[in-house]
């Protein structure tokens, strides 16, 4: 009897350990559903990174922190995810500089025509200068940024090859609605036409601009192809697709779960920076099984156009000397 009253502590005792440890794993790691808004479509090494980012999370935390990512805008365009940050009605978000442009336009110049000369200078200025700046975004806005991913260089697509500037004389141009950008391609010859990203496609196919400018991952996700002949080998500005936590959510978790949060970007970051270190030589083949023709253009007369007006946005609008500090790196 006395044997069996020892056994039944024993496995009391057991039972409240296994108890104890579930309760403690719990208070740890508590269960939470994290959502991704982001503007990029749900195919390629942009949105890779968030699938991979969600493996790792999910798998260190044994589900308990559930990861949802929401492509393609589902939750907002860039201005609508970047005040969702902001404000932390949404936990994380993948975008490009629109927190910049809406927070610190003085300095949105890495992102100008001209200033990123190729990919090693890109990744030496996230490396460098670019950390100074989203820690500032930190500062003003709360908006954590814990990784980026290449998008790729811009490069132009139109119906008519463009080797020389004069090439885009009256030729009606899609630019996004930035200052610069517009002022540059006025310097070009082309005639800058604003049209809405969602609306880009349609504009091509039915002549309502001749040519427009994007990194070729885009170009190929969303078909220009269909509308365009020619693709030149530009690469007039380098994008980057930058993934961001908001800072009031942040701030409510552990030491623990921020840790494997940062660590999960992280390596994610690492992973489709070794599976597509340059996404333009992929994306650029694609165009080129669809049918587009590469055009290498004088880079050097576009170039020489442009930096008047740069000068001129030195003195207007950029930070003092960020520009050339960044041109040196």
Request: hydrophobic share 45%.
């Amino acid at each position: 009897m006395r044997r069996v009253l020892v056994v039944l502590v024993l496995l009391v005792v057991a039972v409240g350990l296994l108890v104890a440890a579930g309760v403690r794993e719990e208070e740890e790691f508590p269960r939470r559903d994290i959502n991704i808004a982001s503007v990029f479509p749900a195919e390629g090494p942009v949105h890779e990174l968030m699938v991979e980012f969600k493996r790792i999370l999910e798998q260190e935390t044994d589900g308990r922190m559930a990861v949802t990512i929401h492509p393609g805008g589902a939750l907002g365009a860039e201005r609508e995810v970047v005040e969702s940050l902001v404000e932390g009605t949404v936990e994380m978000a993948a975008q490009g500089i629109m927190d910049l442009i809406m927070y610190l336009p003085e300095y949105t110049v890495f992102e100008e025509p001209y200033v990123i000369r190729d990919l090693e200078h890109l990744r030496r200025f996230w490396d460098t200068i670019g950390q100074e700046i989203n820690e500032i975004l930190e500062e003003e806005t709360g908006i954590i940024t814990c990784a980026i991913a290449v998008r790729g260089s811009r490069m132009i697509t139109a119906n008519v090859p463009i080797k020389e500037p004069e090439d885009l004389e009256g030729l009606r141009f899609r630019l996004p609605s930035y200052p610069v950008r517009i002022a540059v391609f006025e310097a070009f010859g082309a005639t800058p036409t604003v049209v809405a990203f969602p609306e880009l496609y349609m504009a091509l196919r039915t002549g309502t601009v001749d040519a427009q400018e994007n990194p070729p991952e885009t170009i190929y996700t969303y078909k220009y192809f269909e509308a365009q002949d020619y693709l030149i080998n530009t690469r007039h500005v380098w994008s980057t697709a930058r993934y961001q936590i908001a800072g009031s959510w942040f701030d409510t978790l552990s030491e623990d779960e921020q840790r494997i949060i940062l660590d999960a970007w992280q390596q994610a970051e690492e992973h489709i920076k070794e599976i597509a270190y340059d996404p333009d030589e992929i994306f650029v083949e694609k165009l080129m099984e669809e049918g587009m023709t590469f055009v290498e253009p004088n880079s050097e007369a576009f170039r020489e156009l442009a930096e008047p007006v740069l000068q001129r946005f030195d003195e207007e609008q950029w930070a003092p000397g960020i520009r050339q500090r960044i041109m040196d790196l």
